[in-house]
């Protein structure tokens, strides 16, 4: 009897809407659902803002310092196994958390979520797109961050309805089973099938790859990597302290849903008009307009008092940062090549991971020492400033330019 024949690996429009969906409901649970549980918890544990920030900081300490192995992994032709199972030890990471009673259980918990974060949250996706589609990865890329850019939007609003429902634990339960039985069977049937490229084997249609020995001697890496250090700093602070923020301004909770529900749809938006129109504009050129706006719009937080001044806010800075996810994801083939892309894009993302995680508790203990979330603010737009002008001095590789003219 003869053997049957394995099923051919879904196309690309059916890998991308796959890990698409994957991305908003990993974005959703791993990274914005925290700052929706912050207060519950606070309420329900005791334990204060420093020390349920240090959580956070740990889950994305370990994000950065897993992120540079998971990029090999992926070089080595490994995404399915890298993506599956990293929902599913997010999955598990809710279930316990969910049963947290110490803060020592609390940082274990975060410090699981961590490493699902590194091999879920947008940087494997990337990678293994531009391994298995070389022709067509910046547009997947365009494709998956614009889904993915309904995550605030899904989150903020259903966190609040499962809390209102069932509380922080039976809302954890909830999120922790929907990953392991809906994204992680999803990441597995998307990934199905090796058409990733193994270091040693690039594809025809890779030029000019650096080793990411090469990448380090370039100055254009190291300050890439500053410029992404400081918006992953502002941002992450950002979105850790939001909810609290708006309640320094005297917002409650519904009027703070009211203006934040706007990130997802700026984000998407900035991605949509990309992905119509933004094909022949540069990485770089689109990098600095969108780095632009991360100062402005955190000091406009900063000093908005009025509704519509607050809208204006959400709509600059998730128009912003729905676009830098694509920067980031296409300017590192761009500049090095794409054989190495894992191990180059893991180191850099390393760097600016242990600054986002840092970024929490940093900010919560400098509040201590400010006047209050106005100042924050400020301070946070200033490292958005030092963000631009480090992209701006970024020049293309001269190695890799002189690859590509052989």
């Not at 549980?37 to 420093?50: A, E, I, Y």
């Not at 192995?69 to 199972?85: C, L, N, S």
């Not at 000019?208 to 500053?226: I, N, V, Y």
């Not at 540069?282 to 955190?298: H, I, Q």
Request: with cysteine.
């Amino acid at each position: 009897m003869p053997l049957k024949s394995p099923a051919p690996p879904p196309s690309y429009t059916a890998t991308v809407a796959a890990l698409s969906v994957g991305q908003i409901i990993c974005w959703a649970a791993l990274y914005y659902t925290f700052s929706s549980f912050v207060l519950p918890m606070q309420r329900s544990l005791g334990w204060s803002l420093p020390e349920l920030m240090g959580a956070f900081t740990v889950g994305l300490a370990v994000w950065g310092a897993t992120t540079y192995a998971v990029g090999a992994a992926i070089d080595q032709a490994w995404g399915r196994r890298v993506m599956t199972f990293g929902a599913a030890l997010a999955g598990v990471g809710f279930l316990l958390w969910s049963r947290v009673t110490t803060l020592p259980m609390l940082y274990a918990t975060w410090a699981v979520l961590g490493a699902a974060m590194a091999m879920t949250l947008y940087e494997p996706a990337f990678n293994v797109l531009t391994k298995r589609f070389p022709d067509r990865y910046v547009r997947g890329i365009t494709t998956l961050t614009l889904v993915g850019g309904f995550a605030s939007t899904l989150s903020f609003p259903a966190a609040a309805w499962m809390l209102s429902h069932w509380g922080w634990r039976g809302a954890a339960v909830a999120i922790g089973l929907v990953l392991l039985c809906v994204v992680a069977p999803l990441h597995a049937w998307a990934l199905r099938g090796t058409p990733e490229l193994p270091i040693g084997k690039p594809s025809d249609h890779t030029v000019a790859d650096a080793t990411l020995h090469q990448a380090l001697r370039e100055p254009s890496f190291w300050l890439l990597t500053a410029s992404f250090t400081f918006y992953s700093f502002a941002a992450a602070s950002l979105w850790a302290h939001l909810m609290p923020a708006f309640a320094a301004k005297g917002r409650t909770e519904v009027q703070a849903l009211a203006v934040v529900i706007w990130f997802g749809p700026a984000q998407v938006l900035g991605r949509f008009l990309h992905l119509w129109l933004g094909q022949s504009v540069p990485p770089r050129t689109l990098g600095l307009v969108v780095l632009g706006g991360l100062p402005v719009s955190l000091a406009l937080f900063a000093l908005a008092d009025h509704t519509a001044a607050l809208l204006l806010f959400a709509l600059l800075f998730g128009f912003a940062n729905g676009l830098v996810t694509i920067v980031r994801g296409s300017l590192v083939p761009d500049y090095f090549g794409r054989a190495h892309v894992g191990r180059i894009s893991g180191a850099m993302a390393a760097i600016s991971l242990m600054a986002r995680a840092a970024a929490p508790l940093t900010t919560a203990w400098l509040l201590t020492a400010l006047p209050g979330y106005r100042e924050l603010m400020l301070v946070l737009s200033a490292v958005g400033v030092a963000a631009l002008v480090a992209f701006a001095l970024a020049e293309r590789p001269s190695a890799v330019v002189a690859v590509r003219a052989t």
